[in-house]
């Protein structure tokens, strides 16, 4: 069963929403806040999370609307048709199923022995390179991997292993993904051939950023080891098998990506396999289980106590009745400050569309723009434009409640403007002369949580998730292609086979004076 193909802005709830705008948008958070049983309402507290959405331009009301935009889009049927793998992914013929890698039974014994089998070769494979089981040509045990991809290869794969670096194994981590010559040498150049292990990944290994990366690579191996086999110190994470062998990978060393599997939503597979080696085995597996428990959390329940979906209507309330462009990410942790990065392309990338599931153009906002920064940070850059700038930006804020270090008091600091941020943006200035005016009414989410753990974080990437799966699901486009990404991709391609007559004027001169200048 595919997706419904519901056009959003003709349903009842969607007139009713714009009623409640015209009706409620003089009205306050400070007023909202007024509202009988307002924080029970707009918050919610699942195992180690709170959700506090009560800072919000949205009325008991409005809320009700958007509650009821969720059932007249079906999208209880659409969560359904996803986690079972029907093929909603319709422009590539493709089920949706990266849900299924941190699952421990789906409901098709055939993707559940392909789950099996892919993790387990992860998790023996982490255990015998930590362990030194595995071991590079000289017989000495590894001490650096290297990651090679772009995209959904490397984004959420970077962002995790730092993130969680408190949990590190003793192999350190290094990344490469865009094509420049200066930062891959750079890297190279501190590492030792003997100890050093690379994971290509490109689910075609045609990717010409990571081919051209991994070619670099081995190049550098060869001659910094004096003629050695790559063998030991090469592993391909694709489908193209025949091309990681051609390029010097033995077959037992190339891990697959299923189909099913998107990019961007691949670090939960043989994709994240440096996140399996860089945090061990078993903090790999509660990063699987942590996700899986919010997958569980987004399935089952209600959705006026649904964290995921009640994201999810946020962001469309703001962007399509207060036409706000953008949505800041705001981690109250430096160890997150990769997550708005991540976030930008899992989003930006899954509900950038301006067509519908129907073929038709859209007449309403579809995906707004991710970005953000680690506070506090992020106070001394932007917040200036967040408090007295004329954009409305709705934020989520996320901070711990417990630190890794022993720091106490340092935390209690960075608590304290976590939680300031919020409550300036709500309630501003009201100090006499203009410039020190500040008008508050400024949304914002707040989740608290409780520590930065392997399983905290599994579930918090796997709401953002779930996120975008319902904002595309309820919009009617199509949230799992990204047709966009291969036309630069295809052009790329053309350019480098010396095919210039598609280009426009302008693009042909700078070519032109490009290979003048080489």
């Not at 089920?95 to 099996?116: D, F, P, Y």
């Not at 506090?376 to 004329?390: E, I, K, M, V, W």
Request: with cysteine.
């Amino acid at each position: 069963m595919s997706l419904n193909k519901l056009d959003p802005s003709k349903l009842n709830s969607w007139k009713a929403l714009g009623s409640q705008f015209k009706n409620e948008n003089s009205i306050t958070i400070e007023e909202l806040m007024e509202e009988p049983n307002r924080l029970d309402n707009f918050s919610i507290e699942w195992e180690e999370f709170i959700l506090d959405f009560s800072k919000n331009r949205i009325s008991k009301g409005t809320l009700d609307q958007l509650v009821n935009l969720c059932n007249e889009s079906k999208l209880k049927n659409n969560i359904e048709s996803y986690f079972k793998g029907d093929i909603i992914n319709e422009t590539e013929k493709r089920s949706v199923l990266h849900t299924a890698l941190r699952s421990q039974k789906h409901e098709s014994n055939e993707i559940s022995q392909i789950v099996n089998e892919l993790r387990e070769q992860i998790i023996n494979t982490a255990d015998k390179i930590n362990s030194g089981d595995r071991v590079g040509y000289s017989g000495k045990k590894f001490t650096d991997v290297v990651n090679i991809g772009i995209g959904g290869s490397h984004l959420g794969q970077e962002m995790v292993v730092e993130a969680l670096s408190f949990f590190s194994k003793s192999i350190k981590p290094h990344f490469i993904s865009n094509i420049d010559p200066d930062y891959t040498s750079q890297v190279l150049e501190k590492l030792n051939p003997e100890t050093t292990l690379f994971i290509i990944v490109s689910k075609s290994f045609k990717t010409i950023e990571t081919i051209e990366n991994a070619k670099k690579s081995k190049e550098w191996f060869v001659a910094e080891s004096k003629g050695q086999n790559i063998k030991d110190h090469f592993i391909g994470v694709s489908n193209n098998t025949s091309a990681a062998k051609e390029f010097g990978i033995n077959g037992d060393s190339v891990f697959p990506i299923p189909e099913w599997v998107g990019g961007r939503f691949s670090l939960w597979g043989s994709a994240g396999l440096i996140i399996a080696i860089s945090i061990g085995s078993e903090n790999y597996r509660e990063l699987l289980n942590g996700a899986n428990s919010m997958d569980k959390h987004f399935r089952e329940s209600d959705f006026e106590n649904n964290i995921p979906v009640l994201l999810a209507l946020i962001s469309i309330w703001y962007n399509n009745f207060f036409k706000c462009e953008t949505e800041a990410i705001i981690p109250y942790s430096e160890l997150l400050n990769k997550l708005p990065k991540y976030l930008q392309q899992a989003s930006m990338e899954s509900n950038g569309k301006s067509t519908d599931r129907n073929s038709e153009k859209v007449n309403y906002e579809t995906g707004g723009i991710i970005w953000g920064a680690s506070g506090t940070n992020a106070q001394h850059s932007f917040f200036q434009l967040l408090h007295q700038g004329t954009k409305l930006i709705p934020c989520d804020f996320i901070a711990f409640q417990k630190p890794h270090s022993k720091d106490l008091e340092q935390h209690k600091i960075l608590i304290a403007n976590f939680l300031a941020q919020t409550n300036a943006l709500m309630l501003g200035q009201k100090k006499e002369g203009m410039h020190k005016y500040i008008e508050g009414n400024k949304p914002s989410n707040s989740l608290f949580i409780n520590s930065l753990t392997p399983y905290n974080l599994g579930a918090l990437i796997a709401m953002y998730e779930n996120k975008i799966f319902t904002v595309g699901s309820i919009l009617n486009i199509f949230s799992f292609d990204q047709w966009g990404v291969e036309l630069g991709k295809s052009i790329a391609k053309g350019i480098l086979n010396g095919d210039s007559d598609s280009l426009d004027i302008s693009t042909k001169n700078l070519l032109t004076k490009y290979n003048k200048e080489k």
